[in-house]
């Protein structure tokens, strides 16, 4: 059984840039996928990008190639998500997840507001 | 824009059977998933694979595919069911993951 535990809520100007943690435990976290999937308000969800931290090498979307950089540690089983320039329209709960296995984080809220 | 396209809603009325689809041109090659979402919580895979259910997902629960479209199906469904739907699977590149964007199913 993997549980995956995200860090608390954020609140950031526009402009800056925020990072959420994700902490894995069981399993063995260096082999399985890791991917990043925000969910705007009252939006669908949308993969930003996932890593394999046993090979190192993240991909992304599209859309957010150029702002958001995922890492993995794997001497503390935690994955990051770092989101640069943020704008208002990144305001989302962001969530860490494998899924190909189905666990999920509980997600993270980063609001975005002058 | 997603390159997985589901219907936005769809109802059914209590016991009877639903199906849940959803189109794109990777579903030819990558199989999809199938993830409940209700309201405040974090998604549930439901169906992966071929028809897979992991466990603790009801029998009700099953999934297919055919040329470029993938299928839920929830047989009997129960009131419980009623929460937004997504299929997720690989692009076109198989680099990437996509999401579709989402049924909102109604439990009459």
């Known amino acids: 059984q993997v549980q995956l535990v995200q860090s608390g809520a954020e609140v950031k100007k526009p402009g800056s840039s925020v990072k959420v943690s994700c902490k894995a435990s069981g399993g063995t976290f260096s082999s399985y996928a890791i991917s990043w999937v925000r969910q705007a308000p009252g939006q669908g969800l949308e993969w930003m990008g996932g890593i394999i931290p046993i090979f190192g090498t993240a991909n992304y979307a599209q859309k957010f190639q150029g702002r958001v950089t995922i890492t993995a540690d794997e001497s503390t089983s935690t994955a990051y998500m770092e989101l640069s320039s943020l704008r208002s329209e990144d305001t989302a709960v962001y969530y860490c997840?494998?899924?190909?296995?189905?666990?999920w984080g509980q997600g993270t809220l980063v609001t975005v507001s002058s | 824009s997603s390159e997985l396209t589901q219907d936005p809603a769809v109802s059914v009325a209590l016991g009877q059977t639903v199906r849940i689809t959803c189109q794109g041109d990777?579903?030819?090659?990558?199989?999809a998933s199938w993830y409940q979402q209700k309201p405040g919580q974090a998604p549930v895979l439901v169906i992966y694979?071929?028809?897979n259910r992991p466990s603790g997902i009801p029998d009700r629960f099953s999934g297919s595919s055919s040329g470029n479209t993938a299928s839920l199906t929830i047989t009997g469904a129960q009131a419980e069911d009623e929460a937004d739907y997504y299929c997720?699977?690989?692009?076109?590149?198989?680099?990437?993951?996509?999401f579709g964007g989402g049924t909102k199913l109604t439990v009459l």
């Open positions: 990777s579903l030819r090659s990558y199989y």
């Open positions: 997840a494998t899924l190909d296995l189905g666990y």
């Open positions: 997720n699977s690989r692009d076109s590149s198989g680099n990437r993951v996509v």
């Open positions: 694979g071929k028809n």
